[in-house]
């Protein structure tokens, strides 16, 4: 079992930044691949970005490309989000989630494929 936990979210005004963070606990942090979504109210859950267990290979979602940036530590045990030029349409709930894999370089996208989830952090972008 892995537990995770996220923080950092909040309300900010469009143009603003956050950090969101992902604290895990539980098997080996780097064992995983670990990836953020988000959902608005009344729509999907949309994936926004992923990193590789070496944290050198990541991945992002095409609404977020050039303005979120995915990072993590793995003595820290921690996966991080750095959100800048943040927009309304980015209000949602962001999770963060651990996906097994026994590939160092691996990022993974669909949600379907990542087995633990955290709670949430809700981010309010005003306008």
């Known amino acids: 079992q892995v537990q995770l936990v996220e923080s950092g979210g909040g309300l900010v005004q469009a143009g603003g930044s956050l950090r969101l963070s992902c604290a895990a606990s539980?098997?080996?942090?780097?064992?995983?691949?670990m990836g953020w979504f988000r959902q608005a109210p009344g729509k999907e859950r949309e994936f926004v970005a992923a990193i590789s267990r070496s944290g050198g290979m990541k991945s992002y979602g095409d609404s977020v490309k050039g303005r979120f940036t995915i990072s993590r530590d793995n003595a820290k045990n921690t996966v991080y989000l750095q959100m800048k030029s943040l927009k309304p349409e980015d209000t949602a709930v962001y999770y963060c989630?651990?996906?097994?894999?026994?590939?160092?370089?691996?990022?993974?996208?669909?949600?379907?494929?990542?087995?633990?989830w955290g709670q949430g952090t809700q981010v309010t972008v005003s306008s």
């Open positions: 989630a651990a996906a097994p894999t026994n590939l160092y370089f691996k990022v993974v996208v669909k949600a379907a494929e990542y087995d633990y």
């Open positions: 539980g098997r080996t942090f780097a064992d995983y691949a």
